[in-house]
């Protein structure tokens, strides 16, 4: 039995810092008075123990908190005040598409701070949003800016500096830096002659840089559970750690030695994958599972985790609240504690080595079940399957990556070499994630609520208890795995979806649009891809749509057209129209790369199956080029009037109020009985012009939490006021426009 007491002093600690964020000062005290009044009454040690890691991880993070909070910079911030910060660049930069172009983000540790009129020297986080100047700055360096100030999310950032023009370096960053950025450029540059996917896999899995990695490939390696290996995580940090032990051996290294190169190992693999919080957490986490393999392994393993957790929250409180920190620690904790018993039970008909290599997935994921559905609100049914598959080539990849990063430094060709051979083990790692995901059931939607999360949980437990015994015999083992076959295999059906006499279906696709027209049986007109090729290809699939005998991009900016491949996905796809406006160009490489597609002719009106459309807008005379931002796009996005059995529908991509307003002088008696909202609701609206069409169902497709404020209210009210029925896929899931009976009624899923 593994020792539990050190596990009991980890849950404890993480105990206290949660208390402290929601309560304060108070949690800290509490806990120090009742660790007083334990050790009194003479009782456990292990409580008084547990009391007092409880009452020192609170304090520490009250203390935190109250640092970052009451900093100069947090009350800067707070007035918005114009700055110039000295600081420490603490991560690399990151290139994100911002609302009106690219921005940079960058985490400065600062240490002097001008503003207001007075200098002050501190130690505080930042957040720089900056222009793409800031994109050549080094990890390590000292730099000062100047830039506007305002308050941060969280309580992890003192402030977000909004900076103005390039950084200045005032210091080069050290020795060590300069050496681990070369080897990460090495490494990069050995795969560099790799197809996209190796190219960007190989960075990931040896340092996690996943600069470039296609977002649709980053889905299905979440659908399928293998996204630890898009990041840095233990396991990286076991590979390169163990893999330098046994060069070692081989060297005659042994004693206390071997101890100075795991250690010089894992100081090089922090120095690698850069010294932030989710690196840290995998070094350590890393270290836990090189004491697990050792001698006595479960029991040091149990301690060195519940020493690691209490650590890691002392020396960063924050990381209680983060998703990848619960993750690292169930994980482990279910290696450590659920794989040892689900092996011997298993091992008494399978080969030992096999039921190892089934038992530590199947008890990590499981593990991390709850978590997963609570970020993502899926359950992956492949993810064991699938890290089984991918495990024989993790570990040569990530050697054969890092040996091809060293030896590029010193010979170049040599490096290509092995990034060659790393590149052909990425490949089968992608096949592995893309062919699971394309899998019938390769996850199952759960759910986010309380309910749905507290009953998962119930059954995660039940299933980690009930795990031996059922796979003590191979009659109830195998038969569980018929049945988890079985339904990845097979696609379950959904009761009442998609509802009897639909004409529309409004995808939940996220921040995005993909509507799908009713064309036929298993045909269909679809109206943009959304964001996500997954997300498109589940609701077409639901739909049980076969056949596109014309897909519609309205315009091309990345939450219309990013999901193209995934309408392809299975199904024969006929003609691929467009606007006129090509621009911003990253869309139209999107779009060409899978379609050749036409501009969408203006003002005739056409049938395909039983769906009749006609293109209002944009003009034949419109603009084909635009100022290459896509700042122009939205009002030259294709604008559809639809009618399907006798329904007219409006169709109208992410039209501005000047287009609106155009389209209003072209068609002044137009009405509808269905509505898509522009530009997912925003504020931005002819309110004339809407309420004048005269609909009576108004479809809102638009993402959950998003960051632009859609829907806005001042655009819904007014319809809702008029009588029109307002339905959002943010809250409905998707929506279904259905004749019923010669009338008009919405189905949700």
Known sequence: MPDLRMPLLAAAAWAGALGARGAGWWVPAFAAGLALAVAVAGRSRTVVGAALVLGAVAAVTTLRIEQVERSPVASLAADGAAVRVVGTVSSDPRRSEGRYGPVVLVRLDVSEVTGRGETHTLSAPVLVLADPAWESVRLGATVAASGRLSEADGDDLAAVLGARGPPEELTAPDVW?????????????????????????????????????????????????????????????????????????????????????????????????????????????????LFAMGTDGRRRGARALGVAVVVLLLVQPGLAVSAGFALSVLATAGILFLAPGWRDAMARWLPRWVAEAIAIPASAQLACTPVVAAISGQVSLVAVAANLAAAPAVAPATVLGLAGGLVGLLWP????????????????????????????????????????????????????????????????????????????????????????????????????????????????????????????????DRLEIT??????????????????????????????????????????AEVDAVADPEPAPYGGVRSVGQVSLQALWPPPDSPTSGPGDGSTANDAS???????????????????????????????????????????????????????LGARIALVSVGEDNDYGHPAATTLEPLADAGTQVLRTDLDGDVAVVEDGGGLSVGTR
């Open 177 to 289: 830096w300069r050496g681990a950025a070369a080897v990460r450029a090495s490494v990069r540059d050995s795969v560099e002659h790799r197809p996209a996917a190796q190219r960007a896999l190989v960075p990931a899995l040896v340092d996690g840089d996943d600069t470039g990695l296609d977002p649709a490939l980053a889905e299905d390696f979440r659908t399928t559970g293998l996204t630890h290996l898009l990041a840095v995580s233990g396991t990286n940090l076991t590979l390169v750690v163990g893999f330098l032990l046994v060069l070692a051996r081989w060297c005659r290294v042994r004693g206390r030695w071997l101890y100075v190169v795991g250690a010089a190992g894992i100081v090089g693999f922090v120095l690698l994958a850069r010294t932030e919080p989710s690196v840290l957490r995998a070094a350590v986490m890393g270290t836990v599972a």
């Open 413 to 540: 060709g040599g490096g290509r070499l092995l990034g060659t051979l790393a590149g052909w083990c990425v490949a089968w790692i992608v096949a592995v994630a893309t062919r699971c995901a394309d899998l019938p059931t390769a996850a199952v939607g759960w759910g986010t609520s309380a309910g749905a999360l507290v009953l998962l949980t119930v059954l995660v437990a039940a299933i980690a208890l009930a795990g031996p015994h059922l796979l003590r015999r191979p009659v109830t083992g195998l038969g569980c795995c018929v049945l988890l076959v079985a339904g990845v295999l097979v696609r379950p059906p959904t009761p009442g979806w998609p509802p009897d006499g639909w004409l529309l279906v409004a995808c939940d696709v996220g921040q995005g649009d993909a509507l799908v027209l009713n064309a036929g049986p298993h045909a269909a007109v679809v109206v943009d891809a959304g964001p996500d090729p997954h997300a498109v290809d589940s609701c077409l």
């Open 547 to 588: 056949q596109v005998p014309l897909l519609v991009l309205t315009h091309f900016h990345a939450d219309h057209v990013d999901g193209i491949s995934g309408v392809y996905d299975g199904r024969s796809v006929g003609a691929v129209e467009t606007t006129r406006l090509l621009d911003p160009p990253a869309g139209v």
């Open 638 to 692: 294709v604008v559809l009037l639809v009618e399907v059995r006798g329904v007219r529908m409006l169709l109208t991509g992410d039209l501005e109020p000047e287009g609106q307003a155009a389209l209003a002088r072209a068609y002044p008696s137009l009405a509808v009985d269905v509505l898509k909202v522009p530009h997912h609701g925003s504020r931005y609206q002819d309110e004339d012009w809407l309420l004048s």
